[in-house]
């Protein structure tokens, strides 16, 4: 077998190289970086996270008043929002949805 031997570049072929290798350099190393702040960030959210709502899915009961009906439900923002009736008096009960824990309770009442 032959080897060939490639000639050597001018100096303007080589001047090329240099700046092709510089800017491919540049490219690898934003990649890199790019590719280290997702993963910093993924590892952050997981880290800092407070759970996912399956791992925190448990039975909790919520006791109403005797005689109260439920008239609507919705979610509003990070809360879980009751509406109550409760013998003629309606009341709004508010619960955080993560935790189910009672943030609040708003009673109407009609003035005598």
């Known amino acids: 077998m032959t080897d060939t031997v490639a000639p050597e570049p001018t100096p303007e072929q080589a001047a090329l ?17 790019a590719v280290a702040v997702v993963l910093i960030a993924v590892g952050y959210r997981l880290y800092r996270g407070e759970g ?3 791992a925190a899915a ?6 109403l008043p005797k005689g109260a009906r439920i008239i609507s439900t919705a979610v ?5 929002v009751l509406t109550l ?3 003629g008096v309606t009341e709004i009960r508010t ?8 943030a ?3 009673k109407f009442v009609s003035e005598p």
């Open 17 to 33: 190289i240099a700046r092709v290798r510089r800017m491919m350099l540049i490219a690898g190393l934003t990649s890199a970086l």
């Open 52 to 54: 996912s709502p399956a």
């Open 58 to 63: 448990t039975d909790i009961i919520a006791t």
């Open 76 to 80: 509003a923002g990070e809360r879980l």
């Open 85 to 87: 009736d409760i013998a």
């Open 95 to 102: 619960f955080d949805a993560k935790t189910l824990k009672p």
């Open 104 to 106: 609040g309770k708003l």
